[in-house]
DNA sequence: AGATCTTATATGTCAGACATATCAGCAGTT
DNA sequence: AACTGCTGATATGTCTGACATATAAGATCT
């Protein structure tokens, strides 16, 4: 019934048609996600589950890579080294959240209109946590990012990355990083995706504009007018996405 | 300026302070993501990887079961075989997100509150769309569920299953794929272990009653008592976290 | 022309070996 | 007594070469 319905060993009974590795990878992380295997505790040395598995060493070392590329387990060499099951941080799981939803956008070719929506749609439903929580450190993040972006000569590249930092920080004001780690797909993911269509369209004034509203609305704690200062942002963000949409169908493609 | 700014090959200079097999998998990573293998292109072989970064064969297999645990590339054994990119379809990345928010919610041990909090926020998220683009299909499958919970000699199982893909559902009525991907780490893996925490104390006819209320607010696509109806789960479900803490803290762990 | 056999190619797996990082213990010196 | 440096044990990282097996394409036979 909880978690510790432990079977308590790894099943090493390996079918000859699917691949070995992939079998042992699945075994193990089972194992793992059933709480057999605790965090910090280490597995048994490769040549060990070679044998119980009674397969090779390289064999082993492939379903271990495996979950070393889910950042499941780490590995350390050494007399006392192994592999370790790893706490899953917060860290780890951003980064491979937005690994993910970056080749989920580029390699469906998501339209920008579907992607905007979504992004918007979630980032709106942090506003009132960040309106209830936010502390002066969120605040003056965003006020930093916000400054940076009404500097002059400021590359394009560098006004998405403090975009990017300035809804990150929003976000983070809510105050809940599981809230936090779900966004990072959205924000960190999507928003260069969305910079490199609109960028070369958007006044950046009427950014820093909007940007300052609504770190207005937020430190005041009043939910309406965030909502509104957000809102006018996505407004606007979405009829740059068509504007952008409608010069590309007069251009032809380089 | 496009995804498309190839460099074209692979960087084959290794670093030999850290792993090979993690750098190779990083390089093919990155010309997957920029773009140079297109998908459902064919990497070259592993011999000829080997050629070319200059490691033996095994180190590549490594690399490759690094991207292969990602679902990055499949592979085909046989004479046209080889190493395949796949394109990330939203399945695959629906499995993966779920995997991942598992693992980050269990290892962290995220309390009731934090996790509830992300999940409830992000979903009402979803209620405008859901509200203006909800399909009858939709509807019934809404309809469908409810029916299922209100069944007398449904076991815990399957009631807490038919609560996940009644929000599922919920979700799936916004029309947006991107918005689906992103709410299965907040539905498929946090209601589950919401389930696991509460239903031993909640009352199955209330919650059969909110969520029919629910529908019949997003039938009739009206977004103010859809939020209601939804606010009121949300409210129960918040109040049944409090009080299984202190029935909890009354008894001593098993 | 169609069915069958052969061959080439690529992945999947194995065995054994060496290189290297790291810890624990022991020796020797200060 | 405390610090230093050596040494061995252990485990991962990597290499070499080989065999097994799946698969497609060409060659052969009917």
């Given at each position: 019934m909880s978690?510790?319905?432990?079977?308590?060993?790894?099943?090493?009974?390996?079918?000859p048609a699917r691949e070995f590795s992939q079998q042992i990878a699945q075994s193990i992380r089972d194992a793992i996600i059933a709480g057999d295997l605790p965090v910090d505790g280490r597995l048994?040395?490769?040549?060990?589950?070679?044998?119980?598995?009674?397969?090779s060493r390289p064999t082993v070392r492939e379903a271990l890579k495996r979950l070393a590329a889910q950042n499941l387990i780490r590995t350390q060499r050494g007399a006392s080294?192994?592999?370790f099951v790893n706490r899953l941080n917060y860290a780890q799981a951003h980064e491979h959240m937005v690994t993910t939803a970056t080749l989920l956008l580029t390699m469906n070719a998501v339209d920008y209109e579907t992607a905007a929506e979504a992004?918007?749609?979630l980032e709106r439903a942090c506003l009132?946590?960040?309106?209830a929580r936010r502390t002066p450190s969120h605040l003056a993040s965003l006020r930093a990012e916000v400054a940076r972006q009404a500097v002059e000569g400021l590359s394009d590249e560098d006004f998405c990355a403090s975009d990017v930092a300035f809804h990150r920080a929003l976000v983070d004001a809510a105050g809940n990083p599981v809230l936090s780690w779900h966004?990072?797909?959205?924000?960190?993911?999507m928003q260069p995706l969305m910079n490199m269509i609109t960028f070369t369209a958007r006044s950046r004034a009427r950014i820093?504009?909007?940007?300052?509203?609504?770190i207005d609305a937020v430190?005041?704690?009043?939910?309406?007018?965030?909502c509104a200062a957000f809102d006018a942002l996505t407004t606007y963000s979405m009829q740059l996405g068509g504007e952008i949409r409608l010069q590309r169908r007069g251009s032809a493609a380089p």
């Open positions: 978690y510790k319905c432990r079977g308590n060993r790894l099943k090493t009974q390996l079918d048994p040395s490769e040549a060990e589950l070679a044998q119980r598995f009674e397969v080294g192994g592999a992004r918007f749609a009132p946590l960040a309106c966004m990072a797909g959205a924000v960190d993911a820093v504009v909007l940007h300052g509203a609504l430190e005041a704690g009043k939910l309406k007018p965030a």
